[in-house]
T-cell receptor
Framework: AQTVTQSQPEMSVQEAETVTLSCTYD???????LFWYKQPPSRQMILVIR??????QNATENRFSVNFQKAAKSFSLKISDSQLGDTAMYFC????????????????????FGKGTHLIIQP | GAVVSQHPSRVICKSGTSVKIECRSL??????MFWYRQFPKQSLMLMAT?????????EQGVEKDKFLINHASLTLSTLTVTSAHPEDSSFYIC???????????????FGPGTRLLVL
């Protein structure tokens, strides 16, 4: 079974600052995906960024980037030039590669989430 | 693209009644849909995986007779909470994963969630 750990329950930074959210995970799989999802007060889950484990290059999406360290099983999210609208819960999530999940039997390719980090951007 | 809707957005029911929640992928075909549950100030927990035309696969500890899942088409999955009790009160969120038509198969797109309150 996979586990995802987010060790920062809450973080607060000033607008325009850079902030890094940490995430570590544990798995015996070699092929998998990692995601960061954002959940604002509306509770709608929004995909922020994703990373395929077989890719060494870190994923980036505008102001969002990750530091993926496969050997250390670490997947941190960096938000640059933070904005008030970035205030939300951020969840790190793990998913087995679809092909390997199907080999494990049905239902193995859902997301395993960390407990989340509540990020507050102060004006 | 990749819009997922849920209906209703919130529901209040009496203990002992059944409640049906619908999850629809509006602009893509979803070969697989997932149902999650989220308690206040907690993370999402996977309840079950639903594949079109086949029986759902439930996570350990989730009662399949209590949480009935039907995935009758590539755009619709339903979750029915049978004989609901106050402890079933929670936020239920569905997600859908795209088929081969274009969307990445590994990404799940989430519905807006349904808040269930059982009195």
């Amino acid at each position: 079974a996979q586990t995802v750990t987010q060790s920062q329950p809450e973080m607060s930074v000033q607008e325009a600052e850079t902030v890094t959210l940490s995430c570590t995970y544990d798995t015996s799989e070699n092929n998998y995906y990692l995601f960061w999802y954002k959940q604002p007060p509306s509770r709608q889950m929004i995909l922020v960024i994703r990373q395929e484990a077989y890719k060494q290059q870190n994923a980036t999406e505008n102001r969002f980037s990750v530091n993926f360290q496969k050997a250390a099983k670490s997947f941190s999210l960096k938000i640059s030039d933070s904005q008030l609208g970035d205030t939300a819960m951020y969840f790190c999530a793990f998913m087995k590669h679809i092909r390997e999940a199907r080999n494990s039997g049905g239902g193995a390719d859902g997301l395993t989430f960390g407990k989340g980090t509540h990020l507050i951007i102060q004006p | 693209g990749a819009v997922v809707s849920q209906h209703p957005s919130r529901v209040i029911c009496k203990s002992g009644t059944s409640v049906k929640i619908e999850c629809r992928s509006l602009d893509f075909q979803a070969t697989t849909m997932f149902w999650y549950r989220q308690f206040p100030k907690q993370s999402l927990m996977l309840m079950a995986t639903s594949n079109e035309g086949s029986k759902a696969t439930y996570e350990q500890g989730v009662e399949k007779d209590k949480f009935l899942i039907n995935h009758a088409s590539l755009t619709l999955s339903t979750l029915t909470v049978t004989s609901a009790h106050p402890e079933d009160s929670s936020f239920y969120i569905c997600s859908a994963r795209g088929g081969p038509s274009g969307l990445s198969q590994e990404t799940q797109y989430f519905g807006p969630g349904t808040r269930l309150l059982v009195l």
